[in-house]
């Protein structure tokens, strides 16, 4: 039973995360705010961020290896652009 409630509160975390700037925050933040981007898709974004320039629209994420329509219809209230 304890470890469930572990879980949980685990799990919780993500599901009230905050918004994220995809254009200024670094890979542990972006990966703490998005549901599915683990710290390799985050590292990608950065990377992408990085040599492309900020990202204009946040479907330009499905550029990104990794990430796919479905990540981001399921993050999109937590992506911010500026």
Known sequence: MRKLIIMLMFLSFSVFAEPVNINTANDKEISTALDGV??????EIVKY???????KSINELSNVK????????KNKKNIKLK
């Open 66 to 73: 990794g990430i796919g329509d479905k990540t981001i219809a």
């Open 49 to 55: 961020r990085e040599i492309n320039g900020a990202f």
């Open 38 to 43: 683990g710290d390799k898709k985050a590292k």
